[in-house]
Each structure stands twice: as structure tokens, then as C-alpha cells.
């Protein structure tokens, strides 16, 4: 149970989901329904990311939700070399002060990777980070910063591809490792993203809930586009309170599965 696997080879790569749910998170503050009542643990999602072990024991966190320290509790991180982000919608920044335990662990600034104005937005949010008074302090976590555009780059032994995907009025990367990727936040996948996306083992796509959404794909959306892609297995992460895991999953045509929090992929 919860383990993928499929062509491993000599540098297998592990994408851990670290959290699936939606910007509020599941269960949402406040609310009695049955999904945030539930007692399955697969209901339990918490904001979205996912960490990519490389073979080589470099370790890639993909955004820093504010459930950050959550995550690395649960699953016991204790290195990140980078963090690449999608893009600065709070629910993929917010826990990036968490960092700094991380600073103290590998004694190394933590590199992070996004779009101009990605990054703009970040520095923006966390002005205190990059103020470089406050850094002598120690108080804050210690950051580089790496602008990246579609052109694919490396971190370490490991290729990225950046995939634009519409979120709204905005478009925003998703990122492709191997035959591994990683769409979160979309709501539209433009036909040149489609290139990028061909020979995929697995795609994880975007999909909120069954009712329409200006910025995310419904369930049925993401299933069209999964068609359209044509990946070996997609996952559906993003997911928020409306969709029970069990129910959902049994309705799901073959070669579609909603992710969960702590579900590992080995390719
Ligand atoms: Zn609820
Ligand atoms: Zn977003
Ligand atoms: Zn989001």
C-alpha cells in the first residue's frame, strides 16, 4: 500500500507526497462535514507539495507550504538542497521561515528556484529574510535565491522541465522530473505545454472538487486532461473537503487515483 513503482533502475528517483489537500487544508477550520470528520487517514491532507529523494541523497522540496514543519515532522525530513516553486500563492509559500531548521541541520543556505516574479513575491512576503541586517542575527532563515525561466535546468544530477499551466489569469510552472510530473495549482493545459508532457509513467494534476472553479480543474476537467496527456498513472492532488477519499476513488476511471498525504512514487 502506497508505494507506486514501476522501472526502477540504478538512480531511481521517490516523489513523497507531503500534503494534497486544498489551501485550507483538510479538515478545514470549522467544519463538521463528513470528510472533515472522517476517520480515514486519506481524508487528512494537508496544503500541497511533494519532496523528490534523489538516489544521490540530494533532497528537493517542490514549494513551502505552511504546514512546512508538519511535514517534516511526519516524515521526518531533515535535508532540503532546494526548493523549487511553482508559484507564490500563500498556500505554497508560507512555511518557508521553517527553512531555517534546516539551515541549522546541513550548515548550508537553502537555494530557491522560481520565476522572476515568483520570487519577487516571496521576497515581498518575507521581506525580513532577505533584509541583511536582520540576517546577522541568525533569526531568520538563510536563503539564495536562483531565477529560472521554461528552459529546463539542473539541480544537482537532476533535470527539471518547467511546464506552464494556466491558474487563473496567471500562468504558472508545473515541473517535470524524468517521467514524473508535477501540475499543481491549473486550471488549463495550454497545447505547448503538451510537448513536455509526452512518455510520462505518472502525472500529477490538479483537482479541487466536482463543482466548477475559476483557478483549479473540477475532478472531470482533470480527467480530460489526463486523457489528453496520456501519462501511465495520474494522481489527482489539490483536493479539498468535498472529495471523500473512498467514495471519489471508486468512481475514478482506471489509471486515475486521487494522491494522499505520505504516498511515495518510485521511478
Ligand atoms: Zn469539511
Ligand atoms: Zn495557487
Ligand atoms: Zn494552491
Known amino acids: 500500500m502506497g508505494v507506486f513503482a514501476c522501472g526502477r533502475y540504478a538512480n531511481a528517483v521517490t516523489f513523497l507526497f507531503l500534503g494534497t489537500g486544498t489551501s485550507h487544508g483538510v479538515p478545514m477550520i470549522g467544519c463538521d462535514c463528513a470528510v472533515c470528520r472522517s476517520t480515514d487517514a486519506r481524508d487528512n491532507r494537508l496544503r500541497p507539495s511533494i519532496y523528490v529523494e534523489c538516489d544521490n541523497g540530494q533532497r528537493i522540496l517542490v514549494d513551502s507550504t505552511p504546514d512546512l514543519r508538519q511535514h517534516a515532522l511526519r516524515y521526518d525530513i531533515r535535508r532540503v538542497d532546494a526548493v523549487v516553486y511553482t508559484h507564490a500563492h500563500a498556500d505554497h509559500v508560507l512555511g518557508l521561515d521553517e527553512l531555517r531548521r534546516l539551515n541549522h541541520m546541513t550548515h ?55 511546464v506552464p499551466v494556466r491558474h487563473g489569469t496567471w ?48 475532478v472531470a476537467q482533470a480527467i480530460e486532461a489526463a486523457k489528453a496527456v496520456g501519462a501511465r498513472q495520474t494522481y489527482l492532488t489539490h483536493i479539498c473537503h468535498d472529495l471523500g477519499h473512498a467514495e471519489t476513488s471508486a468512481k475514478l476511471p482506471d489509471g486515475v487515483a486521487l494522491a494522499y498525504d505520505g504516498l511515495r512514487v518510485t521511478l
Open 108 to 162: 548550508q543556505p537553502v537555494p530557491l528556484y522560481g520565476e522572476a516574479r515568483t520570487l519577487k513575491q516571496i521576497k515581498q512576503t518575507f521581506a525580513y529574510a532577505f533584509d541583511t541586517d536582520a540576517r546577522a542575527g541568525g533569526g531568520v532563515p538563510d536563503l539564495t535565491t536562483q531565477v529560472i525561466d521554461a528552459s529546463p535546468f539542473t539541480i544537482g544530477d537532476q533535470e527539471i522541465v518547467p
Open 171 to 218: 500562468t504558472i510552472f508545473g515541473f517535470r522530473f524524468g517521467s514524473f510530473a508535477y501540475l499543481t495549482d491549473c486550471n488549463a493545459i495550454p497545447e505547448t505545454s503538451l510537448p513536455l508532457l509526452r512518455n510520462l509513467d505518472v502525472l500529477v494534476l490538479d483537482a479541487l472538487r466536482h463543482r466548477p472553479h475559476p483557478t483549479h480543474f473540477t
